[in-house]
């Protein structure tokens, strides 16, 4: 079962570069997520999706942008990096129907903004 | 709004110690609540749940029960392994039609041999 897929693992940006970081689950799930994970924060939900088509703005949105043009695909572009986005970034799918309310995550996407 | 407050870390136990974790959540209405473990270099994933009050979530030998009148979830495991080092993390969701969560700050558990 791959579940939710994340790539790059790891990457290392300039200040000013973009790049996007993908995001794939292949159970079928409706809701799609990306949260960033820093030091004795928690994690905080960057943009979330109820469906194909339907995206919409969590607590720290700024800087990202997101599409959903499948059920599948969630992608979490960076346009103009900056240190303060050196994070780790989680991918996380769920499906309401079930009610338990369960997130599955995927690895994490660790990004470094020099 | 709703939150979660967690016991900050790090906590450092010996293996066969008792395990607690301390999370208080703030909600307007009748949130479930959830433990997910992280383990080093992985997602995190679920690892218990109570979605009313009074209601005990058990998994791996950890046990937490949803406590409406302090609005409290704590964690406990009565005997810890090595294999249970990990960052634990207190969630909130807060009503049946909602599908987000918010997280606490996590709390890093280390258990030595």
């Known amino acids: 079962n791959a579940g939710v897929t994340q790539t790059p693992k790891f990457r290392i940006l300039k200040i000013g570069q973009s790049m996007t970081l993908q995001c794939a689950q292949d159970?079928?799930?409706?809701?799609m997520y990306w949260y960033r994970q820093d030091p004795g924060m928690g994690l905080k939900l960057i943009y979330y999706?109820?469906?194909?088509?339907?995206?919409d703005k969590g607590e720290v949105p700024n800087g990202y942008n997101v599409s959903r043009s499948t059920t599948e695909d969630f992608p979490l572009r960076l346009e103009l990096a900056a240190p303060s986005q050196t994070s780790v970034y989680f991918c996380?799918?769920?499906?309401?129907?079930?009610?338990?309310?369960?997130?599955?995550f995927g690895e994490g996407s660790r990004l470094t903004v020099l | 709004g709703n939150s979660v407050t967690q016991m900050e870390g790090p906590v450092t136990l010996s293996e066969e110690a008792f395990l607690t974790i301390n999370c208080t959540y703030t909600?307007?209405?009748?949130?479930?609540l959830f433990w997910y473990v992280q383990y080093p270099g992985e997602g995190l994933q679920l690892l218990l749940k109570?979605?009313?009050?009074?209601d005990k979530g058990s998994n791996k030998g950890f046990e937490a029960t949803y406590r409406k009148e302090t609005t409290s979830f704590h964690l406990e495991k009565g005997s810890v392994q090595v294999s249970d080092s990990a960052v634990y993390f207190c969630?909130?969701?807060?009503?049946?039609?909602?599908?987000?969560?918010?997280f606490g700050a996590g709390t890093t558990v280390t258990v030595r041999a």
């Open positions: 159970m079928n799930h409706n809701y």
């Open positions: 909600a307007t209405g009748y949130p479930s």
């Open positions: 996380a799918s769920s499906f309401p129907g079930t009610g338990t309310g369960e997130l599955f």
């Open positions: 999706s109820v469906g194909a088509g339907i995206t």
């Open positions: 969630a909130l969701k807060a009503s049946s039609n909602d599908y987000k969560l918010s």
């Open positions: 109570a979605t009313k009050a009074d």
